[in-house]
């Protein structure tokens, strides 16, 4: 390992345990900061003869306790490893190194007229590693898909340091059982990615065009979504933001919130005709009951738009430490779901306020609690226990797009059940029989 | 199984042993027409208690030998299972029993403005449970992905008869591992699916537009391809049919064959704008070299263009016994791969008539023998070779869409290598540990 550098100062050790969570760590014994695949090899087959747990790690910007590290582990960090190592743009694919930060490959992809659709929030942070291990998805993926959706093939280490190849360079293929498929999403669990191969997509040639909309209920919001779906509009992303949302946005930049605003949808369209397409959903939400429709093609009152939807968690993080939740619907139910949600807040006591990928049924009710607690109290784990329970009632998942990590391990078995939770701990085995990987996330 | 008929007729059991190549199947015990999930159970539940192979089976429509059953084996029938359980305009779903015929749920989700959009050549006779077996292709996946991108959950039915449960209903979600996406295109080697949630799409408003397009060299049409995607046409379906196809079908229909004419490219946009759409991929064919383009949105010509395609496999039968192959390479290296193929053939004294899903880099080399001859003679496994070989060294895959099967079993560790084969295994074993589940399939 002579290009990775092992960091064994306890304080920064810490800082290397930790992700976006309030989880407190473990004591990690060190960490390592891989250059290459070599150096992963190495940790992974020392960890594996000493039998030490090995947690990867990108950024550390996840929302689910996927990368805290736990006592006398080996942090073994990808950061470092941030090469594009080819991109091409005829073949519409790029091979990287798990440390490249997703919003660089999109950029390096946008001087070819491509771009890497996946968005998740913290696009500009996160790293393609980090993507990977959790399926993250965005605002794009309404269109565009999830992580998984544009990854082809990988290379990864296993426990052992065994280098495994799997999927492919091209378009299609069925050679084998789908190893990339199963890797995607696994946090980490069943080995190490060292590179991979993802698709990029052309990029839209034209400005794309925004609205926002009003509405005096969920339930005419919800239709709206319904109805912009079902006319074939494709948007490019839709969000939907409820009361609560409004108003921390609200108190923080004072953008005028009527009283009977009960919901704000927000959708972008990026096709050839998008002001268009953008006028056209603008009447399907008038034809919903929405009392106020903005729309745009202008990149700067896009911008605007746009970013009243990106204020939302900075707007909620200035009245509380917050607990970013995650699940998923199927998106007929969505107004249905959020008004469980504030009925789980109101019978709690706890203050929700909620964002959706609305296009695909995906929310993230924010729990808001006192600055400075270090744990969400338990008035927050009942109220998320009840919005956890609603959306498997409803035909949903426990988590849309940031993962089981160690923050849903209570939950799992809900959804999984039995059978799915033995065979997962059984293929888990296979890659990893003495259980060194990232231990106690994903399944 | 009060409602499962099983057979036992030697000569019906032969013809239920079978797909669609030439490989001679064993003799099985029987077949079990299954008309419900608990059929199954107790089939499985029986075949393990007396270490019976099961071999699944869908309409036998299967080109790689994935159906093919056994001496001694069970063939476990799912062709009756035919219920179209729900289907959900609203949130773009359905939940189907696996012997739904693909085209079938296509035509009642299009009573609902939507449509199935995997659309394998096989589909007005192959059901959706064989297509998620294979991971089924077709004309439209360089617009709307393959199988597994319609895929949401499944239910399956283990070796040993427990149900599972895998994925979910909703369009996005990241709860454990992705067991969903490992079922498809795993040949019935883990499980036998007895329920299958899909994803719908929209279904296009307006009529196709489609152009047809005579190239002088394969080089050109292969420009033509990268220029009609870099420019982002995301055409519905986009087909290159080689000099030998065309004169196959010129051969059967007189379709007036230029000498000039080395390769012809025919395609399709489903977009709002389709025949503005259309004209811009002529206008790039025609920049790229072609030498006669026709357009047309309406229906009766698309119907006459398509359907050129349509007849390539007839036409091709008519001249001999075939061996449909499928490869698929990065899309820059398509018409470099077909080169390799003519120059096979050449070699090895072969016919090889060649269509390719152009969009996708996905090849069907169809290697033409005498009629009456039961397998393909060693000159064309030889040429078969040679393609594979190929197909691996411009970073292409063995099969982009057919599956592994029987017939491609013999080149598989090229591709695989000897990790991810013996990873393979290990899960084969986790799923079915004694073996009987299609053995020899897919790994």
Same mark, same amino acid.
């Given at each position: 390992? %002579?290009?990775?550098?092992?960091?064994?100062?306890?304080?920064?050790?810490?800082?290397?345990?930790?992700?976006?969570?309030? #989880?407190?760590?473990?004591?990690?014994?060190?960490?390592? =900061?891989?250059?290459?695949?070599?150096?992963?090899?190495?940790?992974?087959?020392?960890?594996?003869?000493?039998?030490?747990?090995?947690?990867?790690?990108?950024?550390?910007?996840?929302?689910?306790?996927?990368?805290?590290?736990?006592?006398?582990?080996?942090?073994? %960090?990808?950061?470092?490893?941030?090469?594009?190592?080819?991109?091409?743009?005829?073949?519409?694919?790029?091979?990287?190194?798990?440390?490249?930060?997703?919003?660089?490959?999109?950029?390096?992809?946008?001087?070819?007229?491509?771009?890497?659709?996946?968005?998740?929030? %913290?696009?500009?942070?996160?790293?393609?590693?980090?993507?990977?291990?959790?399926?993250?998805?965005?605002?794009?993926?309404?269109?565009?898909?999830?992580?998984?959706?544009?990854?082809?093939?990988?290379?990864?280490?296993?426990?052992?340091?065994?280098?495994?190849?799997?999927?492919?360079?091209?378009?299609?293929? #069925?050679?084998?059982?789908?190893?990339?498929?199963?890797?995607?999403?696994?946090?980490?669990?069943?080995?190490?990615?060292?590179?991979?191969?993802?698709?990029?997509?052309?990029?839209?040639?034209?400005?794309?065009?925004?609205?926002?909309?009003?509405?005096?209920?969920?339930?005419?919001?919800?239709?709206? #979504?319904?109805?912009?779906?079902?006319?074939?509009?494709?948007?490019?992303?839709?969000?939907?933001?409820?009361?609560?949302?409004?108003?921390?946005?609200?108190?923080?930049?004072?953008?005028?919130? &009527?009283?009977?605003?009960?919901?704000? =949808?927000?959708?972008?369209?990026?096709?050839?005709?998008?002001?268009?397409?953008?006028?056209?959903?603008?009447?399907?939400?008038?034809?919903?009951?929405?009392?106020?429709?903005?729309?745009?093609?202008?990149?700067?009152?896009?911008?605007? =738009?746009?970013?009243?939807?990106?204020?939302?968690?900075?707007?909620?993080?200035?009245?509380?430490?917050?607990?970013?939740?995650?699940?998923?619907?199927?998106?007929?139910?969505?107004?249905?779901?959020?008004?469980?949600?504030?009925?789980?807040?109101?019978?709690?006591?706890?203050?929700?306020?909620?964002?959706?990928?609305?296009?695909?049924?995906?929310?993230?009710?924010?729990?808001?609690?006192?600055?400075?607690?270090? &744990?969400?109290?338990?008035?927050?784990?009942?109220?998320?226990?009840?919005?956890?329970?609603?959306?498997?009632?409803?035909?949903?998942?426990?988590?849309?797009?940031?993962?089981?990590? =160690?923050?849903?391990?209570?939950?799992?078995?809900?959804?999984?059940?039995?059978?799915?939770?033995?065979?997962?701990?059984?293929?888990?085995?296979?890659?990893?029989?003495?259980?060194?990987?990232?231990?106690?996330?994903?399944?």
């Amino acid at each position: 390992m %002579s290009e990775a550098r092992v960091l064994t100062d306890p304080d920064v050790i810490d800082s290397y345990a930790r992700d976006r969570t309030f #989880v407190e760590p473990g004591k990690p014994l060190g960490v390592v =900061l891989a250059a290459s695949r070599d150096d992963v090899v190495t940790t992974l087959r020392w960890a594996t003869e000493h039998r030490v747990p090995v947690v990867p790690r990108g950024a550390g910007t996840g929302l689910a306790g996927g990368a805290i590290a736990g006592d006398g582990s080996i942090v073994l %960090s990808l950061a470092r490893m941030t090469a594009i190592k080819e991109l091409s743009p005829v073949d519409e694919i790029a091979v990287v190194e798990p440390g490249v930060i997703t919003a660089d490959l999109d950029r390096a992809a946008r001087e070819h007229g491509l771009m890497y659709a996946p968005d998740p929030s %913290s696009y500009e942070i996160s790293t393609i590693g980090g993507n990977l291990a959790t399926n993250a998805g965005g605002l794009r993926c309404v269109k565009y898909g999830v992580t998984r959706d544009s990854a082809l093939g990988l290379e990864v280490v296993l426990a052992d340091g065994r280098i495994m190849n799997t999927g492919r360079r091209t378009m299609k293929g #069925v050679t084998g059982y789908d190893l990339t498929g199963l890797f995607v999403g696994s946090e980490g669990t069943l080995g190490v990615i060292t590179s991979a191969t993802v698709r990029l997509r052309r990029a839209p040639v034209a400005p794309p065009a925004t609205f926002a909309a009003e509405f005096g209920s969920l339930r005419e919001a919800g239709a709206a #979504v319904t109805a912009i779906m079902a006319a074939g509009c494709q948007p490019s992303l839709m969000e939907l933001l409820d009361r609560a949302t409004l108003e921390a946005i609200d108190d923080w930049r004072n953008i005028g919130l &009527e009283a009977g605003t009960m919901a704000m =949808l927000i959708g972008q369209s990026d096709a050839t005709d998008a002001q268009a397409m953008a006028e056209r959903m603008e009447r399907l939400c008038m034809e919903n009951g929405a009392s106020f429709v903005a729309v745009s093609s202008s990149p700067q009152e896009t911008e605007e =738009l746009i970013g009243l939807r990106r204020l939302a968690y900075q707007a909620k993080e200035r009245q509380g430490a917050c607990l970013v939740e995650d699940v998923c619907v199927p998106r007929s139910v969505l107004p249905e779901m959020i008004t469980h949600i504030e009925a789980a807040a109101v019978r709690h006591g706890v203050r929700i306020a909620t964002v959706a990928h609305a296009g695909d049924g995906n929310l993230h009710p924010v729990f808001i609690f006192d600055h400075g607690t270090v &744990e969400p109290p338990p008035e927050v784990w009942a109220a998320a226990d009840e919005v956890f329970t609603r959306a498997l009632e409803l035909g949903g998942t426990l988590t849309g797009e940031h993962g089981v990590g =160690l923050l849903k391990q209570r939950w799992l078995a809900l959804e999984s059940g039995p059978v799915a939770t033995e065979v997962q701990r059984g293929i888990k085995a296979v890659f990893d029989p003495l259980g060194l990987l990232n231990p106690g996330k994903a399944i």
